[in-house]
């Protein structure tokens, strides 16, 4: 059955390396949401894009996050240098078109020690 | 921006129905939905509104007031996997969806 496939599902780094995380939306979708979860912030848009064009970015910081939609199979969330503050659960999510339901990934666990 | 608010816990009885609210403040709105979210796991989707009013789904029943930024969620003979978070999300017309903190429910029994 269709489902957002993201990788990699735990990621351990230290601090100061690089992660990427990738996403596969549900074929079909036109749109694909980056969130990010913790304990604290619940679940924060980061940014999303519409037919692989960038809408909002703006829940991102900018200095050292970057999401890039390369085709409408895959989407990526890089984050350079990586700081114990990100740690966090991060999930990707595609929706077919505007106003249907969201369907989200399993998330991408990140510790950054 | 979105401002959504809901309550951050409650604590309900098994069997017993509860009603978890969502207010919001958004310009462009496209549809209200309510998810679930058990610890460790992604949000599932549960129930949707775009007009106002109620729509029911076996146990669950989700209530939208446009005009006064205001829906519901009501949960009704609650078992002890209701325990969860539930998110209430908002939906522009840009395509943005934007998600309360959630409210954690303990079922107790």
């Known amino acids: 059955d269709a489902r957002v496939t993201q990788t990699p599902r735990h990621k351990v780094t230290e601090m100061g390396q690089e992660v990427t995380m990738r996403c596969q939306p549900i074929?079909?979708?036109?749109?694909v949401f980056w969130y990010r979860q913790t304990m604290m912030q619940g679940l924060e848009l980061l940014a999303y894009f519409r037919n692989r064009a960038p809408l909002d970015d703006s829940g991102m910081p900018k200095d050292r996050f970057s999401a890039e939609m390369p085709d409408a199979t895959l989407a990526t969330l890089k984050i350079q240098p990586s700081e114990p503050r990100d740690s966090a659960v991060y999930f990707c999510?595609?929706?077919?078109?505007?106003?249907?339901?969201?369907?989200f990934g399993e998330g991408s666990w990140l510790t950054v020690v | 921006g979105q401002n959504i608010d809901q309550p951050t816990e409650m604590t309900a009885t098994e069997g017993a129905i509860v009603q978890i609210n969502c207010t919001y403040q958004?310009?462009?709105?496209?549809?209200l939905f309510w998810y679930q979210q058990h610890a460790g796991e992604a949000p599932t989707f549960l129930s949707y509104n775009v007009l106002d009013g109620l729509e029911e789904k076996g146990r669950f029943s989700s209530f939208l007031s446009r005009s006064k930024g205001y829906s519901y969620l009501l949960l009704k003979e609650l078992q002890m996997k209701d325990s969860a978070s539930y998110l209430c999300a908002v939906h522009t017309n840009a395509g943005k969806s934007t998600f309360g903190d959630g409210t954690t429910l303990t079922v107790k029994p």
């Open positions: 999510a595609s929706v077919l078109d505007v106003g249907n339901t969201i369907y």
């Open positions: 074929l079909g979708h036109n749109t």
């Open positions: 958004t310009s462009g709105f496209n549809g």
